[in-house]
């Protein structure tokens, strides 16, 4: 070989080697710049889960922001952990670098998380709360949510403000409120808290109470005006309080009152959690005297944040944990008196 094929040779090499380098490198990048983000939700069709799913979205818009593409699956487990479980192997066989789940039966993690660990995706259960043992499995789980017990009280603290300034409320004068309260799912945490709290809470703040019963209504408005329509039959007139675990329920059980044609000046008060669009609303009509405000835009944001830290390695020290794995975005009170403020805020 002569030396200038030696060095034409020795050009095409450096020149071969360049071209791979840089075709490696910007499939390299491409493929860092990008991040997958898999959803399961426990059903689509709850209001707040519709919300909170819409703010999400939005959320991960705005990480775009930050220089990464974001892809995003959302699967709807329609309630059924057995679905969702095999959603969630799709979602991981899929390639995703993260997952966001809204447990179906939020005591039956164990698949997905075993799943999980197996091919390293950190899970962000979001909304219905895994118990501890189950978090502290692995240490790439996390939950994003709030706490239950502080919808309870502030619903307490709100029903017995109102029930101070409006004394009608007791409608027999006999100095006890007779009320009716409507539940979420059995065994979700934020039915059972919000249950012991609101009643503890309206106690303490000197509201003589009596329960005339309680009914499951599952979240759903539909239900819950079924349910009150029952107990309207049972109890007449007699009702003077309504508390409903959440938004929907309050509502459906305003819809009892209105298709049987009650007087207004039967209805008793209606008190929910969530500050839904409709929820909302209804507030500002004076319809629902006031809601508790489930911050699904802090939730969507935190997880968001979450999602991006735990799979690029930016900003997971600007995370403000409570126990290394849990953030709880506060609730907030909603009356006549501010709800505009939410009602504007949510259209901005
Ligand atoms: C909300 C409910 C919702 C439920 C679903 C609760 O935090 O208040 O409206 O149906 O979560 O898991
Ligand atoms: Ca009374």
Not at 207 to 215: A, G, N, T
Not at 237 to 249: F, G, P, T, W, Y
């Given at each position: 070989m002569n030396l200038k094929k030696i060095k034409d040779a020795a050009v095409l090499i450096a020149f071969l080697a360049v071209m791979l380098w840089t075709s490696y490198g910007s499939t390299e990048e491409k493929e860092d710049k990008q991040i997958y983000i898999g959803v399961a939700c426990y059903?689509?069709?709850d209001t707040f889960l519709g919300e909170l799913m819409e703010a999400f979205k939005d959320e991960c818009s705005h990480l775009e922001a930050k220089g990464y593409g974001i892809s995003l699956t959302i699967m709807d487990a329609a309630n059924s952990q057995r679905t969702q479980d095999d959603q969630v192997q799709e979602m991981i066989n899929n390639g995703c670098d993260v997952l966001c789940v809204n447990l179906a039966?939020?005591?039956?993690?164990s698949e997905i998380i075993d799943t999980a660990r197996e091919n390293d995706v950190p899970i962000i259960f979001f909304n219905r709360e895994p118990v501890e043992e189950d978090l502290m499995q692995w240490n790439k789980l996390y939950y994003v949510g709030a706490e239950a017990k502080q919808s309870g009280q502030m619903q307490g603290e709100l029903a017995a403000d109102y029930i101070k300034e409006n004394p009608?409320?007791?409608?027999?004068?006999?100095?006890k409120i007779q009320y009716v309260i409507l539940e979420g799912e059995l065994g979700h945490q934020d039915a059972i808290i919000r249950t012991e709290s609101v009643a503890e809470s309206m106690k303490e703040n000197g509201v003589e109470l009596e329960k005339l019963s309680y009914q499951t209504a599952n979240w759903n408005r539909a239900q819950a005006q079924n349910r009150m329509t029952q107990l309207i039959g049972q109890y007449k007139n007699s009702i003077e309080l309504v508390i409903a675990n959440n938004d929907a329920m309050a509502l459906g059980a305003m819809d009892a009152y209105e298709k049987l044609g009650i007087t207004d000046s039967n209805y008793p008060v209606f008190f929910g959690i969530d500050g839904t669009d409709e929820g909302l609303e209804a507030v500002r009509q004076s319809k629902l005297a006031a809601t508790v405000y489930n911050d699904k835009e802090g939730q969507a944001y935190a997880m968001a944040q979450l999602a991006y830290a735990v799979v690029?390695?930016?900003?997971?020290?600007n995370i403000g944990f409570e126990n290394k794995k849990y953030i709880y975005l506060p609730y907030k009170k909603v009356t006549a008196d501010n709800v505009t403020d939410f009602i504007d805020n949510i259209q901005d």
């Amino acid at each position: 070989m002569n030396l200038k094929k030696i060095k034409d040779a020795a050009v095409l090499i450096a020149f071969l080697a360049v071209m791979l380098w840089t075709s490696y490198g910007s499939t390299e990048e491409k493929e860092d710049k990008q991040i997958y983000i898999g959803v399961a939700c426990y059903d689509q069709k709850d209001t707040f889960l519709g919300e909170l799913m819409e703010a999400f979205k939005d959320e991960c818009s705005h990480l775009e922001a930050k220089g990464y593409g974001i892809s995003l699956t959302i699967m709807d487990a329609a309630n059924s952990q057995r679905t969702q479980d095999d959603q969630v192997q799709e979602m991981i066989n899929n390639g995703c670098d993260v997952l966001c789940v809204n447990l179906a039966d939020r005591t039956d993690p164990s698949e997905i998380i075993d799943t999980a660990r197996e091919n390293d995706v950190p899970i962000i259960f979001f909304n219905r709360e895994p118990v501890e043992e189950d978090l502290m499995q692995w240490n790439k789980l996390y939950y994003v949510g709030a706490e239950a017990k502080q919808s309870g009280q502030m619903q307490g603290e709100l029903a017995a403000d109102y029930i101070k300034e409006n004394p009608s409320v007791d409608k027999n004068s006999d100095g006890k409120i007779q009320y009716v309260i409507l539940e979420g799912e059995l065994g979700h945490q934020d039915a059972i808290i919000r249950t012991e709290s609101v009643a503890e809470s309206m106690k303490e703040n000197g509201v003589e109470l009596e329960k005339l019963s309680y009914q499951t209504a599952n979240w759903n408005r539909a239900q819950a005006q079924n349910r009150m329509t029952q107990l309207i039959g049972q109890y007449k007139n007699s009702i003077e309080l309504v508390i409903a675990n959440n938004d929907a329920m309050a509502l459906g059980a305003m819809d009892a009152y209105e298709k049987l044609g009650i007087t207004d000046s039967n209805y008793p008060v209606f008190f929910g959690i969530d500050g839904t669009d409709e929820g909302l609303e209804a507030v500002r009509q004076s319809k629902l005297a006031a809601t508790v405000y489930n911050d699904k835009e802090g939730q969507a944001y935190a997880m968001a944040q979450l999602a991006y830290a735990v799979v690029t390695g930016y900003g997971m020290n600007n995370i403000g944990f409570e126990n290394k794995k849990y953030i709880y975005l506060p609730y907030k009170k909603v009356t006549a008196d501010n709800v505009t403020d939410f009602i504007d805020n949510i259209q901005d």
